[in-house]
């Protein structure tokens, strides 16, 4: 069987980028749709705890200045420094349910293998 690789089968903006779509008519956060008042900033920070060292550690929501990674949690030492590298200075546990207890948490990322966020979900509730 050959594969034929036709005009039909790419997009439009591929073979001639003139007709590109225009993204700038289609950013929904360029102004909040009728009746919703735009986002204001907020002046809190948001305190963040950070639960897995592997694919956890590649976020970057800690460059926002609304945001701080206060706690990182992973099971193997390697991780964990992986995790305070990537975030800064931050109180490091390998206890999950210590990790829980970390006095300056208002939110949890959790970063874990399958199933076990359905477990670590729950438990944090």
């Not at 986002?39 to 897995?52: A, E, F, M």
Request: glycine letters at 4%; charged letters at 25%; proline letters at 10%.
């Amino acid at each position: 069987m050959t594969n034929k690789n036709t005009d039909l089968d790419r997009p439009l903006h591929l073979l001639n980028p003139r007709k590109a779509p225009n993204l700038a008519d289609h950013t929904p956060w360029r102004s909040a749709p009728e009746g919703i008042s735009p986002r204001t900033p907020s002046d809190k920070t948001v305190r963040i705890g950070v639960l897995g060292g592997q694919f956890g550690s590649t976020f970057q929501w800690h460059l926002d200045p609304n945001c701080k990674v206060t706690a990182v949690c992973d099971l193997r030492d390697d991780r964990l420094e992986r995790l305070v590298k990537a975030y800064g200075p931050a109180a490091t546990y390998k206890d999950f349910h210590q990790f829980l207890k970390h006095p300056d948490l208002d939110a949890i990322a959790v970063f874990t293998p399958v199933p076990l966020p359905v477990w670590t979900v729950t438990e944090a509730m």
